[in-house]
């Protein structure tokens, strides 16, 4: 298993701010996610933080404006650029340790609200 | 493109009722299946998964799931509920995806055990 952390828990932020969320696991793993779950819906994956690579973004999801910084195997930052109401979310970041990306252990989440 | 199909969004139930939640997914391929639980206030945790083998998997809290290939299903079940087991309830598939494995969630089972 693994423990991950997330800073900030929650925030509120003005419109065309950013805001940096990082996530801190308690050992060493390949595979890191980021995900956002929007008011009533599921968990949509954003990218994989790929250690020493740029991040693999899903569709729908550009770098521009949400960079991801990956700079060791024990943690990662998601940044929401340029953030706007539609912004408001819970960003949860996870971790798969075993190979496959199987069985993945998700942290606490950060709520964020935009004004 | 996959996808994971969870029919209930809100289930309330009694104490002592059963239940029976639904999942469907499309993938033609090899999957590993999950149930992931989100508690009020806390993240998620992994429910019960299923990699091969015995199709009738048994997960924490009383709860287990069977994997119907031929449905495309993995239902979700506990023969009797508690009031601590409300929560919502996210079905999620791991597959191999442009030659990487990626979770697709469902869009979660909101349940209410009334006391």
């Known amino acids: ?115 | 493109a996959q996808s994971v199909s969870q029919h209930n969004h809100h289930v309330i139930l009694s104490e002592a009722a059963s239940l029976e939640l639904g999942c469907n997914y499309s993938y033609g391929g090899t999957v590993n299946l999950f149930w992931y639980v989100q508690y009020p206030g806390q993240h998620l945790q992994l429910l019960l998964k299923y990699f091969s083998g015995d199709p009738l998997v048994r997960g924490i809290k009383g709860f287990e799931a069977e994997f119907i290939k031929s449905k495309f299903s993995f239902n979700l079940r506990k023969p009797s509920v508690q009031w601590s087991d409300t929560a919502e309830y996210f079905c999620a598939v791991n597959a191999r995806t442009s030659g990487t494995y990626k979770y697709i969630f469902g869009t979660g089972t909101r349940l209410k055990v009334l006391a």
């Open chain 1, 1 to 115: 298993s693994a423990v991950i952390s997330q800073k900030p828990s929650r925030d509120i932020c003005q419109r065309g701010t950013s805001l940096t969320i990082q996530c801190q696991v308690d050992s060493q793993v390949t595979m890191m996610f980021w995900y956002r779950q929007q008011p009533g819906q599921s968990l949509t994956l954003i990218a994989t933080a790929n250690q020493g690579s740029e991040a693999t973004y899903e569709s729908g999801f550009v770098i521009d404006k949400f960079p991801i910084s990956r700079p060791n195997l024990t943690f990662s930052t998601l940044t929401v650029s340029n953030m706007s109401p539609e912004d408001s979310s819970i960003y949860l970041c996870s971790v798969a340790p075993g190979l496959q990306n199987n069985e993945q252990f998700f942290g606490p989440g950060t709520r964020l609200t935009v004004l």
